[in-house]
């Protein structure tokens, strides 16, 4: 009752909208093991959505909880003001890890965060060479602020803000011709593309491999 007087009632009215039987699949939680959730009513539910990703050692691992409470005993979180050792250590391990000339990392707090640094990084580096056109797919979400709804191809969440930021055109997802035409088209035109900004799975255009 409080988060649809004071949070999102929207929410609540789609999830209901999307459940059979019309009614709330919202569930209230309050608990729950390595793979379950427990919700206010004491029912237990096994948790095969992963926070999308982000419980992918599953939820309070005993070892991601030590290692949080040792760093929080050890250095609260502060302001960029100051230099993280960690965050540099991290930095030069992905570095190390992934394949190809990767130097630097830029650490965001969410998915919608990342592709807004993503596009900005990219308009930074194609934007004085000309480059303004982005290409993402039919299907896409990433993420609701407006960049990231720039490239996010629901209409449902795009309306309400429109007019977006300019340059951005949807092709077929997994459609490989339609994304090559899509960039001989712009390089015919003289809309030459920045960045083509693609998800491998797609989630909210249906699990889409």
Request: charged share 20%; net charge positive; glycine share 12%.
């Amino acid at each position: 009752e409080y988060f649809k007087e004071h949070v999102n009632p929207g929410f609540l009215e789609y999830r209901k909208s999307v459940t059979a039987g019309g009614d709330y699949g919202a569930v209230e939680w309050q608990a729950g093991g390595l793979n379950t959730l427990v919700d206010t009513q004491g029912q237990e539910f096994i948790d095969c959505l992963g926070g999308f990703g982000i419980f992918n050692v599953g939820h309070r691992n005993p070892v991601v909880v030590s290692a949080v409470q040792n760093q929080l005993a050890k250095q609260p979180l502060h302001s960029q003001e100051l230099l993280d050792p960690l965050r540099a250590m991290l930095a030069k391990t992905l570095a190390a890890l992934t394949p190809g000339k990767l130097k630097y990392s830029f650490f965001c707090n969410s998915g919608t965060e990342s592709v807004e640094a993503a596009l900005k990084l990219a308009k930074a580096y194609q934007s004085p060479r000309g480059k303004f056109t982005f290409i993402a797919t039919s299907g896409a979400f990433h993420g609701k602020s407006l960049g990231a709804l720039s490239a996010t191809a629901k209409s449902t969440f795009r309306k309400p803000f429109m007019p977006l930021l300019p340059g951005f055109r949807h092709v077929p997802f997994g459609n490989i011709e339609a994304m090559r035409t899509a960039l001989n088209e712009c390089k015919k035109t003289g809309d030459d593309v920045a960045a083509v900004i693609l998800e491998p799975i797609q989630g909210e255009g249906g699990v889409i491999l």
